[in-house]
């Protein structure tokens, strides 16, 4: 299977923007009414084929690239894409 390889680096940015990130992009367990009741968020990971081997690498299929791609820029990430073979 082809797929593409992300390296991003986020950079300097406010510990505020940093954890939006990770939320929009991996996702996170939310609660209310004091812990009563508790569910996760989907990410955008949640929703694509991907692997994540290590902190800030991300495979994903060749389809899906543009998604991630659009995310990336949107939060002004540096990123390289790499072509890989799985």
């Known amino acids: 299977m082809k797929a593409k390889l992300f390296c991003y680096k986020l950079g ?3 510990e505020a923007i940093r954890n939006k990130f990770r939320k929009e992009l991996l ?3 939310d609660s209310s009414h004091g812990g009563k009741y ?4 989907k990410g955008i990971l949640d929703k694509i084929w ?3 081997p290590i902190r800030s690498v991300i495979i994903v299929k ?3 690239v543009n998604v991630i791609k659009q995310f990336l ?3 002004n990430a ?3 894409l790499f072509n890989v073979t799985l």
């Open 12 to 14: 300097k940015v406010d």
């Open 27 to 29: 996702g996170h367990n």
């Open 38 to 41: 508790q569910y996760k968020r």
């Open 50 to 52: 991907n692997k994540k």
């Open 62 to 64: 060749d389809k899906d």
């Open 73 to 75: 820029e949107k939060y």
């Open 78 to 80: 540096k990123y390289e």
